[in-house]
């Protein structure tokens, strides 16, 4: 018989009383429209249950499902009391020296490296406007392009330990497919802008924008849509087509921090785990989703303004550096944000634990 797609409302947990001998129950994490291996699964009507059930036909074992051969898909919860919510066991601060590493290579590479370009190409030399974009335009996104093809790797190899919860490795994962969306249309900009002999200075300068309009729109499309009761309309990273809809900042939690912040496959099952445990977990995603998508929309709106009011030369300056400041601006904000969230969500715990 199919199992049921469980339910997003908070989980309790019931034990039966027994020898003190006896070890704790463990309970295995599932994600909603899946099995416990991994597969997906369909509900089946009521009356197909019955029928099922005064069948007695014997069948022949079903081969183990490839993601049930794997010990890294799965994780064990041992707490079924839920004394505390489901831990992510996952940090930062082993990995602050690779942060400042990767975010000074992108400054270096999105912000630094086109104005130095423009400015030193366009005054320092000769050529024409053309030959000037053309050059800056090409060195653009080097660091971005090589960690694009690692997180490809990471995802696709064999026996992938970052890999989506019960999908292929063809899926990937949502933050892959939207950077690839978003890189489509940063590249059409900048080749459409670098086609004329005096390209579109300003028209150049909007790449970062784009950027930020295409997320923050992707995640305000989604919370809406969650909002409204609007199933999945198709795989978003662990969460399958037809399941109920998350918030919009989940998957891209999921994903940065499974594939490029190594947390790897136990990471989804464990934020899976504690989103559907924690109703001010939850709470917390949809605010960040809305904190986010509203912010990511109102700097792109804001710096294209900008852009085709100013003098040209300040514009692309501006262009290429709003965004950057803005996205570090809400990062430093975020992080203390998330932190009293979570210091008050394990203080009410014990209280906001048996509450439907």
């Not at 940063?186 to 924008?209: D, K, N, S």
């Amino acid at each position: 018989m199919a199992t049921p797609t469980p339910s997003t409302e908070p989980l309790r947990a019931v034990t039966p009383p027994q020898p003190s001998s006896t070890p704790r129950p463990v309970s295995t994490l599932q994600v909603p429209g899946q099995g416990l291996d991994g597969t997906s699964v369909e509900r089946t009507p009521r009356g197909a249950e019955a029928q099922n059930a005064s069948q007695n036909t014997s069948r022949a074992p079903s081969p183990r499902p490839p993601s049930a051969l794997y010990p890294h898909t799965q994780i064990r919860f041992e707490d079924p009391d839920f004394t505390h919510p489901p831990d992510l066991n996952y940090s930062l601060r082993p990995r602050k020296k690779a942060l400042v590493i990767f975010w000074t290579l992108i400054v270096l590479d999105c912000v630094a490296m086109p104005i130095a370009l423009y400015f030193g190409l366009w005054y320092g030399t000769g050529l024409s406007p053309n030959a000037v974009f053309s050059i800056s335009t090409g060195a653009l996104g080097t660091v971005s392009i090589v960690e694009y093809f690692i997180r490809f790797r990471r995802l696709w190899r064999k026996n992938s330990n970052c890999r989506v919860i019960g999908a292929q490795r063809f899926y990937l994962d949502w933050f892959h497919w939207n950077i690839s969306v978003g890189w489509f249309f940063v590249m059409i900009e900048l080749i459409v802008g670098t086609v004329f002999e005096h390209p579109p200075i300003r028209v150049l300068a909007l790449p970062a924008a784009t950027m930020c309009f295409a997320i923050g729109c992707e995640l305000l499309i989604i919370d809406i849509l969650r909002i409204a009761g609007v199933p999945a309309p198709c795989r978003i990273s662990s969460l399958p087509m037809g399941a109920p809809l998350r918030p919009g900042i989940y998957a891209y939690i999921e994903d940065v921090c499974a594939v490029d912040g190594s947390g790897g496959t136990e990471y989804r099952q464990r934020l899976n785990l504690r989103y559907q445990a924690s109703k001010a977990f939850r709470e917390m995603l949809h605010r960040l989703t809305l904190f986010w998508a509203v912010g990511a929309i109102g700097i792109a709106a804001v710096t294209t303004a900008i852009v085709f009011i100013i003098q040209r030369d300040a514009a692309y300056v501006v262009g290429w550096t709003v965004p950057f400041i803005w996205a570090g601006l809400w990062t430093a904000i975020t992080i203390p944000w998330v932190q009293k969230c979570l210091r008050d969500e394990y203080a009410q715990w014990e209280h906001a634990k048996w509450k439907a």
